[in-house]
């Protein structure tokens, strides 16, 4: 991601006539403040409970002994797919 930070995010339904799939491209970027990194875990433990509990360390989640990085797009484009009546929209993002 140092030499080529280009990411693209996806989701959606698994179903053909309903719902939205969703896909973001952009830059990936490492997310290392402390009161950013611990919104996320939290926001996980209320919704899914203790199973997706993480600690936040020097930059990086924590679970386990294992430490991993934490990354967001930053949006360059979006597409977005309907379903059901199917349709087909594209965002495009620029910096000023």
């Given at each position: 991601?140092?030499?080529?930070?280009?990411a693209a995010l996806t989701t959606g339904s698994s179903t053909w006539a309903q719902g939205l799939d969703v896909i973001v491209e952009g830059a990936a970027v490492r997310v290392t403040d402390r009161h950013t990194l611990q919104r996320l875990p939290d926001a996980y433990e209320d919704k899914?409970?203790?199973e997706w509990h993480f600690d936040v360390g020097d930059g990086v989640f924590v679970s386990g002994g294992n430490a991993a990085?934490?990354?967001?797009?930053?949006?360059?484009?979006?597409?977005a797919f309907a379903k059901?009546?199917?349709?087909?929209?594209?965002?495009?993002?620029t910096t000023r």
């Open positions: 991601m140092r030499t080529n930070p280009g899914y409970g203790s990085a934490v990354f967001r797009i930053e949006p360059a484009k979006v597409l059901q009546p199917h349709a087909q929209t594209r965002y495009r993002f």
